[in-house]
């Protein structure tokens, strides 16, 4: 097994990892509140509080319990080239999906970073000619976010870095989750912005608490099995469902 020790993680790696957390990324994550723009129309959520609370909670019953363990076993599947294995983990996401819009979502997200992976060139550290693009872009019926986002990580390593299920809490894949839920958290602050509406210092005020509890939220999600792995939020999917035929709405999803 790879340790700490012999896995250092690169200057090229981190950066790369601090881009995939851009807001600025061309994937589309600002099109969406993921069901908060839906909490406020129904008064769930007013306030600076109440959107705290209301990201707080998401982020560990939700994105911890999910997203987060997903990437964490993609990234090592795809250093090993275990197609099978990204294929379980990507049907997961899809199938564990609970309103068409959050599936459109993740696959819509998917297809986008697999397309920016393809096209980015210039001064990038990897190979934008790497077989796993296709196989990413291949899979049905879409990539979804965690497992391309785990492909995006993956071509930061060396070969062999991530060998085993195992090595899924190897220092770099830590820092992978770290830029996953920070550029996840940083997206729906802004929306919580957009849509209470909140101040600038209110966002401020709300990141922080997201980002004093993302610790806490990545080792939960490492510390699972594939049977603990959930995606169980029935609030959000009927928030999420009703979204869909909202009259107003500033957002995708």
Same mark, same amino acid.
């Given at each position: 097994?790879?340790?700490?020790?012999? !896995?250092?993680?690169?200057? !090229?790696?981190?950066?790369?990892?601090?881009?995939? *957390?851009?807001?600025?990324?061309?994937?589309?994550?600002?099109?969406?509140?993921?069901?908060?723009?839906?909490?406020?129309?129904?008064?769930?959520?007013?306030?600076?509080?109440? /959107?705290?609370?209301?990201?707080?909670?998401?982020?560990?019953?939700?994105?911890?319990?999910?997203?987060?363990?997903?990437? *964490?076993?993609?990234?090592?599947?795809?250093?090993r080239h275990d197609l099978m294995r990204v294929r379980e983990l990507n049907d997961w996401v899809i199938h564990t999906r609970e309103t068409s819009e959050l599936?459109?979502?993740?696959?819509?997200?998917?297809?986008?970073?697999?397309?920016?992976?393809?096209?980015?060139?210039?001064?990038?550290?990897?190979?934008?000619?790497?077989?796993?693009?296709?196989?990413?872009?291949?899979? /049905?019926? /879409?990539?979804?976010?965690?497992?391309?986002? !785990?492909?995006?990580?993956?071509?930061?390593?060396?070969?062999?870095?991530?060998?085993?299920c195992a090595a899924s809490t190897a220092p770099i894949v830590r820092e992978a989750l770290l830029s996953f839920t920070f550029g996840w958290a940083e997206n729906?602050?802004?929306?919580?912005?957009? *849509?209470?509406?909140?101040?600038?210092?209110?966002?401020?005020?709300?990141?922080? !608490?997201?980002?004093?509890?993302?610790?806490?939220?990545?080792?939960?999600?490492?510390?699972?099995?594939?049977?603990?792995?959930?995606?169980?939020?029935?609030?959000?999917?009927?928030?999420?469902?009703?979204?869909?035929?909202?009259?107003?709405r500033l957002f995708r999803s």
């Open positions: 097994m790879i340790t700490e020790r012999s !896995a250092p993680i690169t200057a !090229a790696a981190r950066l790369q990892l601090m881009w995939l *957390a851009s807001p600025a990324l061309p994937v589309g994550g600002f099109s969406y509140s993921e069901g908060l723009e839906a909490a406020i129309d129904a008064g769930l959520v007013g306030t600076e509080a109440q /959107a705290q609370a209301w990201l707080v909670d998401q982020l560990h019953l939700a994105v911890a319990r999910s997203d987060l363990a997903v990437v *964490a076993r993609a990234v090592a599947a795809w250093q599936r459109l979502q993740t696959e819509q997200m998917g297809r986008s970073l697999v397309e920016w992976l393809r096209n980015r060139g210039g001064g990038a550290q990897v190979a934008t000619d790497d077989a796993r693009l296709s196989e990413c872009a291949a899979l /049905a019926p /879409a990539p979804t976010w965690p497992v391309a986002f !785990a492909l995006a990580v993956a071509q930061c390593l060396p070969p062999g870095s991530v060998r085993s729906m602050v802004q929306a919580a912005i957009k *849509a209470v509406p909140l101040g600038q210092s209110a966002g401020q005020r709300i990141l922080q !608490a997201l980002v004093d509890d993302i610790p806490q939220a990545i080792d939960t999600a490492l510390s699972l099995s594939d049977g603990q792995r959930q995606a169980f939020t029935p609030m959000l999917a009927i928030l999420s469902a009703q979204h869909e035929s909202q009259y107003s």
